[in-house]
């Protein structure tokens, strides 16, 4: 397996309570990696810590072998791109402007904007699709429109990692299989090491090659979605009974939930729902 990105013993938290302590990380290159996990257990904290924008208290994390805390910020974006979990643009900031920023790493003052900069912000606004809002304000969008702006900044950058943090929230069931499809994409063809959130156990399943499934400030478990998604360990990590089924299209785990819910099979309603 080729790494990524690697953390070293990395203890990371807030003021002086720790989210994480000593964790040993290994996240593969040219492959797609989700974080699972529930609500607050750590996923965004880890990602940004990753991204150098949360500085660890002890360990460090290594960006092809190399610290990235001891990397400036322009060399850290030219190699990862990050899209946080809720980004703010300035106010009246458009699109298209937005975008333009994914390509600050690749200016100095002997590189200015060129036509090769140009041609990876259309890129990547009609990949996601915002190149007809691109002179519109981004706080004036739509939650999905936004969220498909910010995704079109991040791919303008470029990068080989490309790091997302839920990149589906706010986005109906057709825009969220579009983005993943397009991450698919950008990892399958560009060979991109793609390393996100998301919160939809299934479709990680469905899109990941890794899956890093997070509780307790460590990590549960690691691998690919059919050899770790299981009961038990949806039980651990979301405190929750299901089912774990294959998915008719895919072969892929597919977990449903047990609890209430309208139910034409009599006898299984009994089961799930605990009476
Ligand atoms: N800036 C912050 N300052 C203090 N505590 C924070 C901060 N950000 C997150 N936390 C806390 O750290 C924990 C993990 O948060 P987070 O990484 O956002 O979880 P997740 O993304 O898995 O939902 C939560 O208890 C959260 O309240
Ligand atoms: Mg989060």
């Not at 936004?146 to 990692?161: E, G, P, Y």
Request: glycine content about 8%; aromatic content about 6%.
């Amino acid at each position: 397996m080729k790494t990524s990105i690697q953390t070293k013993e990395l203890s990371i938290g807030y003021h002086d309570h720790l989210l994480f302590e000593n964790l040993n990380l290994t996240i593969p290159r040219g492959e797609i990696s989700v974080f699972v996990g529930s609500n607050g257990c750590g996923k965004s904290t880890l990602l940004r810590s990753v991204a150098r924008l949360l500085k660890p208290t002890d360990g460090s994390v290594l960006l092809e072998g190399k610290d990235v805390h001891r990397m400036s910020s322009r060399e850290v974006a030219k190699k990862m791109g990050i899209l946080p979990q809720s980004p703010i643009s300035p106010e009246g900031l458009t699109v298209h402007d937005l975008v333009k920023q994914g390509r600050y790493p690749h200016q100095s003052w002997l590189k200015r904007w060129s036509e090769e900069d140009s041609e990876k912000v259309e890129e990547a606004m009609k990949a996601t699709r915002v190149d007809e809002l691109r002179d519109r304000p981004v706080d004036e969008l739509s939650g999905g429109q936004r969220q498909r702006a910010w995704i079109a900044m991040t791919l303008a950058q470029d990068t080989d990692i490309i790091l997302l943090d839920e990149p589906t929230t706010y986005l109906d069931m057709t825009h969220q299989i579009e983005i993943l499809d397009l991450l698919f994409d950008l990892n399958e063809k560009h060979g991109r090491t793609i390393i996100m959130v998301l919160h939809d156990i299934n479709l990680a399943s469905r899109y990941a090659h890794n899956i890093i499934a997070i509780k307790d400030g460590a990590v549960f478990n690691q691998g690919t979605p059919e050899s770790i998604i299981n009961c038990e360990l949806v039980r651990a990590v979301f405190g929750m009974e299901c089912q774990v089924a294959t998915d008719p299209l895919f072969g892929t785990p597919h977990c449903i939930p047990f609890g209430k819910g309208r139910c034409v099979i009599p006898k299984v309603n009994e089961a799930i729902s605990g009476a």
